[in-house]
Every structure is written in C-alpha cells, then in structure tokens.
C-alpha cells in the first residue's frame, strides 16, 4: 500500500461506505430470497426429471466430460468423499457474506457493485429455476453417479420426495458455482497483489465439488458463469475507485497532487 495515496482511499471510501443497517437488511434479504425463493418451483417432479434427462443426453451429444470421472476421484476414499460434502454444506454462504464484508469495510464502492451483480445474478437465477425445474445427477439413475451426501454425509437435503426446507429440483444454474466465481472476480478486482488471481482457486474447488458430489451438471455451471458474465456487462463498476484512484500517472491523482501542493505552499 503506497503510503502517500492512503489517506485520500481512507476518505473516498468513508464517503463511498452505504449505511450499515440498511445493507445488512439488503444482503440479509439477498440470503433469504436465494434460500426460500427456490421453494417457489417444487411440485414439478415429472418436469425436472424429464429435463434432466435433457441435460444428461444434450452433454454427451456435445462431448463434455463425464461428471463420473470427478466422482471416481471422490471415491477413492470416504474422506476425501466426506470432505467434499462438508465443503459443499459449510463453504458457500459464509464464503459469499465474507466476501461482502471485507469489500463493505474495505472497498466500499466495489462492495456496492458486487452486491448489486450478486442480486441480480441470483434474481435471473431464481426466474430459471421456475422456468425450469431441473433434478441434479444424484437423483438421475441414467447417471450412474452417487449421491455422496447420503453416503458418506453430511448432508444437506432430505428425501426428496419429504423435503419442505428446500428444493433439490433447482439446480440449473449452479449458484454455488455462480457465487463463487463472483468471489473471485470481485477480490481481483478489488485488490493489488501479484497473488490475486489464485482467488479462482475457490470457484475451481467449487466446481469440481459440486459436479463431483453430483449436485450439478456440468451446464450448471456453464449457464452459471454466461449469466455471471451478462452481469458483469451490464453492472459496472465506477471507473475511479477508492482502491483505483492512486493508478494514476506519478501514483497520484490530480486533486491528490493539488492537496500536496497546498500544504506545501504553507510551509
């Protein structure tokens, strides 16, 4: 951190920081809608079991690798199955409101942008899991995969045919995928490091989890990351931020330079 630009970022992102109550109430509203808007779309059975057949024959037909090979990396041992589960049960949602409240405490206006590509990814993403209701390839025998959860555990869902907390025929797209990647594009952008772009670990370890637990197709993930992108294009980010402004030719700023002028004038 260059030390002659950080009291001008400490005031830009003061000034940039929305109010605490109302983005707690904001992203709270984000969490809930994702985990209570999918109910919306159960009751469609017969629908998200022919569509998943869709999905199963539309991938072999453009050749996209077998979710199966992820899996047999799995099943070499209970432990690696069962740490995949618990991955996939504890990682996504402390990961995502992390994310936010560093970029809340410390970038602020890139905070507002990713809380704003997040609710809109999330809201398109809810629109298609009632367009399209979609069994994951746990439930698909056509698959022949595992469903990991149930076997090695933990689980997060029920029996289907008995679960009222959640709907398992929403899987396309991926918002575990979809999440994540915005968690990395989001600390990349956000930050300076050399090292930044090891953040794409996490959507990585992300897909290879949620396709190898058999929780998604491979589409999912894909349809995940075009709507992600579509996002990205729409929502953008302000052109000078608090962590951007410094970039500046001579690392400083116009209004930072003119600043420096005047209290050098009075010395």
């Not at 260059?2 to 009291?7: G, H």
């Not at 302000?238 to 930072?256: K, W």
């Amino acid at each position: 951190m260059n030390a002659r630009t950080e009291p001008a970022q400490a005031g830009s992102d003061a000034i940039a920081r929305p109010p605490l109550v109302r983005e707690l109430l904001l992203v709270a509203g984000l969490f809930l809608v994702y985990k209570f808007g999918r109910q919306l779309a159960t009751g469609h059975t017969g629908e998200a079991f022919h569509n998943a057949h869709r999905v199963w024959d539309f991938e072999r037909a453009v050749h996209l690798p077998g979710e199966g090979a992820v899996q047999s990396l799995l099943l070499h041992g209970d432990g690696l199955a069962h740490l995949a589960n618990t991955y996939y049960a504890t990682v996504h949602f402390p990961a995502t409101a992390a994310f936010l409240v560093w970029l809340y405490l410390r970038r602020p206006v890139h905070y507002v942008w990713a809380r704003r590509v997040l609710a809109a990814v999330t809201a398109t993403a809810l629109v298609l899991h009632l367009l399209l209701p979609l069994a994951p390839p746990r439930l698909l025998a056509a698959t022949g995969l595992v469903d990991t959860a149930r076997v090695y555990g933990p689980s997060v869902y029920g029996d289907p045919a008995t679960d009222s907390l959640s709907n398992q025929f929403a899987a396309m797209p991926s918002l575990h995928f979809g999440w994540a990647l915005m968690v990395a594009v989001g600390l990349i952008v956000a930050t300076r490091s050399r090292w930044r772009w090891l953040w794409l670990a996490h959507p990585l370890l992300t897909l290879l989890v949620v396709v190898g637990t058999a929780n998604h197709y491979w589409l999912d993930a894909i349809v995940a990351a075009a709507l992600l992108g579509l996002a990205l294009a729409v929502i953008h980010l302000p052109d000078r931020t608090a962590t951007t402004a410094g970039r500046a030719q001579g690392g400083l700023v116009p209004a930072q330079r003119d600043e420096q002028a005047l209290v050098g004038a009075g010395r």
